[in-house]
Nanobody, 126 residues
Framework: QVQLAESGGGLVQAGGSLRLSCAVS????????MGWFRQPPGKEREFVAA????????LYSDYVKGRFTISKDNAKNTLYLQMDSLKPDDTAVYYC???????????????????WGQGTAVTVSS
């Protein structure tokens, strides 16, 4: 099993920044793809960004590209999401997820990830 624990959510004004963290623990796999997803109130879960754990491949959704940055610290087993220029539409519960099989593919599809954290809420006020 892989355990994922998000932190760093909160309330921020539009135009502000937040950095989310996701601590990864538990079973060690040979490679991972780590993703950030979000679920706005009343909407479906949607892809935000993903990164390959042992190489520099990244993938971003079009609506966060240029504003959000996904990164990782392999030594600390921690995934990050730096969110800048936040908008009210970014309000959501943010989840990190791990894909531990077929890791050559950095995928935006939620059901292709195998482990999920509990989420951290981000609220952006206008």
């Amino acid at each position: 099993q892989v355990q994922l624990a998000e932190s760093g959510g909160g309330l921020v004004q539009a135009g502000g920044s937040l950095r989310l963290s996701c601590a990864v623990s538990g079973r060690i796999f040979s490679n991972y793809v780590m993703g950030w997803f979000r679920q706005p109130p009343g909407k479906e879960r949607e892809f935000v960004a993903a990164i390959s754990w042992f190489d520099p491949r990244t993938l971003y959704s079009d609506y966060v590209k240029g504003r959000f940055t996904i990164s990782k610290d392999n030594a600390k087993n921690t995934l990050y999401l730096q969110m800048d220029s936040l908008k009210p539409d970014d309000t959501a519960v943010y989840y990190c997820a791990a894909r531990v099989r077929h890791t050559l593919v950095v995928t935006p599809v939620p059901n292709e990830y195998h482990y999920w954290g509990q989420g951290t809420a981000v609220t952006v006020s206008s």
